[in-house]
């Protein structure tokens, strides 16, 4: 057989080998995250990141640039490496600021903005033994070509370079709470700081986050599809398998193969009166034949993410007390939607629907007084919902939302086992949450194909999944 290949590769003239291989002599450069070279599946050509072109990036620097007062420097650090053990490492997820602004995704930067300066970027400085365990990283190269910064200089040259630009600045705006000792130790900084000149950056970049452009408008949606994708999956899935860690691992899964880089939070699987814990993490527990599940989660698409929340009886019948308790919830959820649009504050929908859920729990016999409705319910409706989780946590929640921005929409009640209150109701927990677009003329429900209906989710729970159930359940068992 050797012989024959061998024979076979003799009858092919050198020319024909050259030109059927040619294409795999060209090395596609390698910068420690994706382009339009490494990753044509992902990213089209002028993009920076996936689905971002670099235009975006250089119109976001100017603008932040003409938010910062005259002869002033904003200097934004790259997220830190967090070690789970001495090490290994937590998986790395870039600081939104330093993301939004430089579009680059790896550790180890810090960049520096102003008017006089364009940006600044001071990038890692790597060996061969760094590239040999960690692989490639952007260096000074790929930030002038690449991410197109005015100026770039190795980590080794801020101190000098940093130091003398913050001498002549009359203010400098950061980050306290990323920001990284290559710049605090600096005696410039210690010094503005002591002066009073140093100030913070996320009041500005939040206001730029806050108003989301077409193309990320168009991540979000995606990463709102992805989450409704999963979470139906997921849905279908709890009759087989009622178990809360089975269930987070199953969201996660079904967000990932569809292109998701990770979770928005670690997935909030709350069964019978674990979904009365709101930020329940723990998912170690089975559920029981009778018991609701929350299940709260989110997943991030190239930087953008989504939040989603939605309360459902694993064994396919709302019992007539869920019932009634979950449509209140329900109904705040689908009111208060309609009541986004451009002019009105998150406040203001908050203080609708505590009045609209307070009045159903009174009603109920849940509620005996309205001071205590906090008990029951110390959230907010919503938030901002962009880069984070919480996006553009500086802005107020009396600012007039406007077109662009996204917000998420969560009524709940979460009834502890101590409440004092019918104790048929104890333990229960709900929250139905949306993510919804403000538009010109009202809004769009990103997460309007995820189910939240009471017929729907029954019909789907008994029609659509016994096969799955009876197969899952089989090994669920065993």
Known sequence: MQVLARNLVRRVS??????????????????????????????????????????????????LAELLPQNSLAIISSAPVKMMTDVVPYTFRQEADYLYLTGCQQPGGVAVLSAEHGLCMFMPETTPNDIAWQGEVAGVDAASEVFKAEQAYPMSKLPEILSGMIR??????????????????????????????????????????????PAELKLMRESASIACQGLLKTMLHSKGCPDEGILAAKVEYECRIRGAQRMAFNPVVGGGSNASVIHYSRNDQRI??????????????????????????PCGKFSSLQEELYDLILQTNKESIKLCKPGTTIRQLNTYSADMLCDGLMKMGILKNRRLYGHLNPTSIGHYLGMDVHDSS????????????????????????????????????????????????GYEVLTGSMPKEIKHIETLLNNHCHENAAQSLASFSS
């Not at 029981?288 to 009886?313: A, N």
Request: with cysteine; hydrophobic share 30%.
């Open 288 to 313: 029981k034949d009778v018991d609701l599940v929350l299940l709260d989660m989110g997943c991030e698409l190239h930087g953008y993410l989504s939040d989603l929340t939605r309360t459902w009886p």
């Open 168 to 213: 002549k600045s009359s203010k400098v705006f950061h980050n306290d709470q990323t920001a990284s000792q290559k710049y605090t130790k600096l005696d410039e900084f210690k010094n503005s700081a002591s002066l009073g000149k140093v100030k913070s950056l996320s009041s500005l970049t939040h206001e730029l986050r806050l108003i989301k452009s």
């Open 14 to 63: 050198r020319s024909q080998v050259i030109s059927r291989y040619a294409y795999s002599t060209q090395r596609v450069r390698d910068i420690g995250q994706p382009t339009p070279a490494s990753h044509p599946h992902l990213m089209a050509e002028g993009e920076l990141t996936p689905g971002i072109r670099i235009e975006e990036y250089i119109g976001r620097r100017k603008k």
């Open 394 to 441: 500086s802005v107020g929640y009396d600012r007039p939302l406007e077109p662009g921005s996204v917000i998420t929409i969560e009524p709940g009640v979460y009834i502890p086992s101590s409440f004092n209150c019918p104790e048929r109701f104890q333990g229960i927990g709900i929250r139905i949450e949306d993510d919804v677009l403000i538009t010109e003329t």
